[in-house]
């Protein structure tokens, strides 16, 4: 029964990605630990290209990284982390 549990796919939590017990190490799991915002960059220093809709106040960044991509790749690797895990 052990087999199988680690070899069953475990969708994580964090960032949706499917993985499984025996595959899941400390650097398995990119994510941003803080939100994607939508505000200035903090140090005002970021050259942020504004859309034409975007008021002209807008940056939107993660603001762990300061990555203006939503898509930008996770600047944290940590383990993935399951449903069933409690936090
Ligand atoms: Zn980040
Ligand atoms: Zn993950």
Sequence with gaps: MEEEKRR???????????YTASSNTK???RFHPSFF????HDDQKRY???GPDD??????FYDCCGAEDVQ????????????DDNE
């Design 37 to 40: 915002v939508c505000r200035r």
């Design 55 to 60: 008021p002209p106040y807008a940056a939107k």
């Design 72 to 83: 930008a790749p996770g600047c944290t690797t940590s383990f993935h982390i399951s449903y």
């Design 48 to 50: 942020y290209e504004l």
């Design 27 to 29: 650097t398995s799991c």
């Design 8 to 18: 069953r796919t475990i969708v994580c939590k964090r960032c949706k990605q499917t």
